[in-house]
């Protein structure tokens, strides 16, 4: 039981791409704080990530890693914050999280690309699109909080990363991942920082800015890529994750954690192809 739950808190933290426990129960109290309702969708769809893959017998390592637990985390945050708990919405929060662990092994197999959040993303937006036809009413009341705690975007940037618009949520979430990684550390504020700057330079609405909405796909782009080098490669992750995410404020379809997926599988493609290219290069020469 211990080790389980471990590898559900492994789970939550996997999220941020930290595998640590540690942190994953850290950043749990953290969304607590803003919501004890998400919070509660955040553990029970990491319990059932985690879970679904133990009896489906998945790699092991994997499993304590929290590799299948941390889509589902996301998908029980987004259950919560989109629609009012119901029968309905509990089933299909609980089919989805099970759907989660599948995807998130076909992918690396069939795509040869890392998954990512690209489960929880696809798995939501199928869900929304579908929430009339399957009588999925909007959530309403979910905070602890009538006011955010603001930090001008910075703070909110890492936690929109979990769906939470609070600034000192976010400040933990920071402390969560120093605890697991200081390198990951560093790159999260460099992410946080640079989106800031460039959407304050592009004029984008103040709103979106101190809501965090520019920053928070640039922060798990930078850890994800932040081992690419040469650097460029992980800052040009930043920055295109912050037109992309501008696009999709535009269009009104909710983005999710979407901007990171498709712009971390577009700069990996293009990494490997550089990679590629070098390794012919230097071997003629």
Sequence with gaps: MINFFKS????????????????????????????????????????????????????????????????????????IYFFETAITSVIVFILSCVLSVFITKWIPRYLKLPAFTAP????????????????????????????????????????????????ITGVIMLVAILICSKSSFVWALVATTLTWLLAQSLNYPDTNIQNGLYGFSAVLTAIALQSMKPIIFPLLGIVLTVFVTQAFIISGWPSLTAPFVFVSWLITIIHFGYVKYSNQSTTLD
Aim: aromatic share 10%; proline share 2%; charged share 10%.
């Design 8 to 79: 559900t808190m492994s789970g939550i933290a996997q999220v941020i791409v930290q595998p640590c426990s540690l942190s994953g129960l850290i950043i749990l109290a953290s969304i607590a704080i803003h919501s004890w309702k998400m919070a509660l969708g955040a553990f029970f769809g990491a319990v059932i990530g985690t879970a679904s893959a133990k009896i489906l017998n998945f790699d092991s390592k994997d499993i304590t890693l929290g590799i299948f637990g941390y889509n589902a985390t996301l998908i029980g945050i987004a259950n």
């Design 120 to 167: 929880f993303v696809f798995i939501t937006w199928f869900i929304i699109l579908i929430a009339d036809f399957i009588n999925l009413k909007p959530s309403n009341n979910i905070l602890n909080f009538a006011n955010n705690i603001h930090t001008e975007g910075l703070g909110e940037a890492v936690g929109q990363v979990y769906i939470q618009g609070n600034g």
